[in-house]
């Protein structure tokens, strides 16, 4: 089993009885990404953010700067989003970018860095930090959290100059999610923060539709690990109420595991196996949860980029599509790609376009509606 600690002191868990603000800066040191291409000096960071409740709680992230910075004043700002990890071990992004360590989102990074932009990968709420987990997995508030209140903290390290820059998010499934989620939470959130639009593929936009969909099959592991993370992340609800005695204990196991060791372990297996009954999903607490999990209920005032593929078995590019018509019947500045390969076709397929549009929505400040988007494409 992974070892859910660091033993790294720096990754420690500080106590918040001084009730700091969003985005505080509360550890940082310097560190190398010899592996990462066009990266420069880099950072790891633990910062105050808030949960979904609103309760102050440490996270953990990495900041990059790039090695060749072609733009005059402060370095442009992407928020990357990274795709789901793991809920626990040594699998946090901002661990293994540093030193030797590589990262499967590395070469996506370094497209971003390439074009001089500083770049923030947020770990996640319960990712990294020892003590806080398991990770918050699927909960859209944290990750809005812990996206833009990294972008806070970005602004206010003093090795940069940065207080002024203008930042942009992007991130593929879960990653995706949380770009999106904080583009919707931002003008609530942190208003002041300039952000100028977002890129998000494969969008997790209805985790209940997805668990039941891959729940019991090859990606049943994520399944579980949805259940762990929204019940970690409503803690003021007894979310695992409908749990044998069997179903703690590995709930207790599969809190500790990387996303590669949840996928093997858990799969082909069904949630009711570790339930009282047999759709778990149908219970009054856990329809609650996933009804409140719903993305495109708020608009994001900034262009959003959508892509993804129509091949995709993981999430289903209907989910996707859904989404894309929740956005422009709110008026959203939208854009939509699809493209004729899988999940993670679509993933390397659809990165240059998404940077694309990232850098064109760093040249003009969004207005607060957008025009009638245009139909979905397909390359």
Known sequence: MTDPTTLDDFYRSPTLDFNPHPGEILRRRAVATPRLRGANCAWQLVYATRTGRRAPIPASGIVITPENAELAGPSPILLYCPIFHGLGGRCAPSQLLAGEGTDPEAGFIAIALERGWTVAAPDG???????????????????????????????????????????????????????????????????????????????VADPGALIGEIDGGAWAGLALAGLI???????????????????????????????????????????????????????????YALANETSGRHAPQVPVHLYHGTEDTLVPVAMGRHLFAEYRTLGVDLSWLEYTTSHSGAAADGAAEAVARLANYLLRRPAATGPTSPSPQTT
């Open 125 to 203: 709420l319960g990712l990294g930090m020892t003590g806080l987990g398991p990770h918050h997995f699927l909960a859209g508030s944290a990750a809005a959290h812990a996206v833009l209140d990294l972008a806070r903290a970005v602004r206010a390290l003093p090795e940069l100059d940065a207080a002024q820059a203008p930042c942009v998010a992007w991130g593929y499934a879960d990653g995706g999610r949380a770009a999106i989620w904080a583009a919707e939470q931002q003008p609530q959130y942190a208003p002041e923060l300039d952000l100028r639009g977002v890129a998000a593929g494969a969008v």
């Open 229 to 287: 993370g929204l019940g970690r992340a409503y803690p003021h609800l007894p979310m695992r109420h409908l749990l044998t005695d069997e179903g703690h204990e590995t709930i207790e196991r599969a809190q500790e595991l990387d996303a590669a060791e949840l996928l093997v372990t858990y799969r082909n297996t069904p949630l009711a196996r570790w339930c009282e009954r047999d759709d778990p999903w149908d219970d009054p607490m856990w329809r």
